[in-house]
């Protein structure tokens, strides 16, 4: 191919900059290739940068021996992810390359200089208690990092994370719980020591999602592995005799084509925030109610389809529940309510006053659940039911204690409150019987020690979402609801992006409807049919598959085999 038929030409075109984009980039980089990320915001980190950056990686170097092996990381897998028809993203020989070569790909961004850790030793699966489940953690996690690093102009373009702060993920979520232990205390003392002093340093630190893409833009900026352009939109991906040449993307306003001579990878997000898709794919879903970054509309969704790609498990997204508190149109981060159902002394309830699931457990089931649940029974809203036992012990929905904020919580008609069950009903227009009963078993389940209906509590992970100081209940999770005043607040399906998109094989390789791969053409992360099918099964089943993958698409295409 001639430079005369293109602007330019590198040897892999990287679109959108995920944390698979940058994988990728590095992993060309060692096989001495050139690399061109284009990203169409202005800022680099993808929807990475703004979600909690987890990576669920199987028998990963950070757990102890024998606490996993792959063997066992499989059978998980196909205990929990079923095939079938509907789920062409997943297949048995998708899910065992990812549990093969995730644990390759952390080893090969480790040595990139990329500063990782254990995500928690108590982080369990979402079905740990299914075979080869692990109840204490397979999550890993970015150390966190002073964007400062990136020098002004790229500490200024790394995507906002939703936790500017010098601490763990893991021990973050276990501040709250300080009043109950002096450990905690004193790692909230040291927490704020660090941001003082950081502040008087000239550091700005970041955890979670913007830690990791922190440390890979360093490392790639380091390593001079990518030029990397914002404000950079692919406009058409160029396939000729059926294989992706390039893409047409604009530059200084102008349009602009660019050769990828090895391969074009698509790494360019969801569609969370495109109504018109949700309503076609999964209505009753919104857009704002969706954490998904502003950029996340679904373009190349609609531009690979065009070349023949097929499109697949678009029903699905990586569903968090989420409240509408005072506020919540305009947070940075959704008012997430995960937190607040799985604690003791609170259940949730459709609109006719029944409970309908287990309100522990993991966010994507609980988003499907409700959702599956309104198509017969109206549940959205469904109610967050509580009492003052839960108010004067936990936040509620991460917007702080109800004896500072209950006024104006009450004020803005987003909280309720009465004396009585029965009056609680009718003021969120619940039959009064039907709520009074619920609760009533409920409390009959934490009295007797088991939740027959929904089993909540059984699973270590029902038990993490819960009070790990708790002790008037059978478990971490199962409290009464019987001490007056009485709470409701309203829960729709949020969510942290979609997790529907093309088809591919185990290369990353995009497939057509026959199977067979459009040569050259590339995908990972959300813009692919999730290798874990319709299930997520465990903290960090985005972020983990779409480095691993994106790695594994970068390998194929500057044909290094096993070599890394």
Avoid at 42 to 69: H, L, Q
Avoid at 386 to 400: I, N, S
């Amino acid at each position: 191919m001639t430079m005369a038929r293109f602007d330019e030409s590198f040897d892999w075109v990287v679109v959108g900059s995920g944390a698979g984009s940058m994988a990728s980039a590095l992993l060309m980089k060692q096989a001495g290739k050139s690399v061109l990320i284009l990203e169409k915001s202005p800022w680099v980190g993808g929807t990475t940068a703004k979600s909690g950056g987890v990576m669920w990686i199987p028998n990963n170097r950070f757990m102890d021996p024998g606490e996993d092996s792959f063997e066992k990381a499989c059978e998980y897998l196909d205990a929990v992810v079923p095939d079938g028809a509907n789920s062409p993203g997943t297949s048995p020989e998708r899910r065992r390359a990812y549990a093969r070569e995730a644990p390759k790909m952390l080893d090969f961004i480790v040595s990139q200089g990329v500063e990782m850790e254990r995500g928690s030793r108590f982080w369990p699966d979402y079905y740990d208690e299914l075979p080869g489940g692990v109840k204490t953690s397979r999550t890993v996690t970015a150390v966190p990092f002073d964007k400062n690093l990136l020098g002004k102009a790229w500490a200024g373009k790394l995507r906002q994370g939703f936790a500017e702060v010098p601490v763990r993920l893991d021990d973050g979520m276990k501040l709250p719980f300080a009043k109950h232990s002096w450990a905690i205390k004193k790692l909230l003392l040291k927490t704020a020591v660090k941001i003082v002093a950081g502040k008087l340093t000239g550091k700005h630190w970041v955890t979670a999602g913007a830690a990791l893409q922190g440390r890979m833009l360093k490392a790639v900026m380091d390593r001079q592995a990518a030029e990397i352009r914002t404000d950079s939109p692919v406009t058409a991906t160029i396939v000729e005799n059926g294989r992706a040449m390039g893409v047409e993307t604009v530059r200084d306003g102008k349009p602009w084509r660019v050769e990828a001579r090895l391969g074009v990878l698509m790494n360019a997000g969801g569609f969370s925030q495109n109504q018109a898709m949700r309503d076609r794919y999964m209505p009753g879903t919104r857009a704002a109610w969706s954490n998904g970054i502003e950029s996340d509309t679904g373009d190349m969704h609609v531009e690979l389809e065009r070349h023949g790609a097929v499109l697949a498990q678009m029903d699905q997204m990586v569903g968090f529940q989420m409240s509408e508190a005072p506020g919540w149109d305009t947070d940075y981060v959704k008012p997430g309510t995960q937190s607040t159902t799985g604690k003791p002394h609170a259940i949730q309830v459709d609109q006719t006053g029944v409970r309908y699931m287990n309100e522990g457990g993991s966010y994507e089931e609980f988003c499907e659940n409700m959702l599956q649940r309104n198509r017969t029974v109206p549940a959205i809203p469904s109610w967050a039911i509580m009492d003052q036992q839960y108010m004067d012990e936990y936040a509620v929905a991460g917007k702080g204690m109800a004896k500072k904020n209950m006024s104006r919580w009450l004020a803005s008609g987003w909280m309720y409150k009465a004396d009585s069950v029965q009056e609680l009903a009718r003021q969120i227009s619940v039959p009064e019987a039907a709520l009074a009963a619920t609760i009533e078993r409920w409390n009959g389940f934490v009295q007797g020690g088991r939740d027959e209906d929904f089993h909540r509590g059984e699973r270590a992970y029902d038990n993490w979402l819960g009070d790990p100081f708790f002790k008037d209940g059978p478990n971490a999770c199962m409290g009464t609801i019987e001490k007056g005043p009485f709470y409701a607040i309203p829960i729709v399906p949020g969510d942290v992006g979609t997790y529907g998109g093309v088809v591919c094989d185990s290369d990353s390789r995009v497939l057509r409807a026959d199977g067979s791969p459009i040569e050259g053409l590339y995908a990972c992360g959300v813009s692919t049919a999730s290798p874990m099918g319709r299930v997520y099964p465990g903290a960090g089943a985005s972020v983990g598959p779409s480095m691993t993958f994106g790695w594994l698409a970068a390998r194929h295409a500057a044909g290094l085999g096993n070599q890394v």
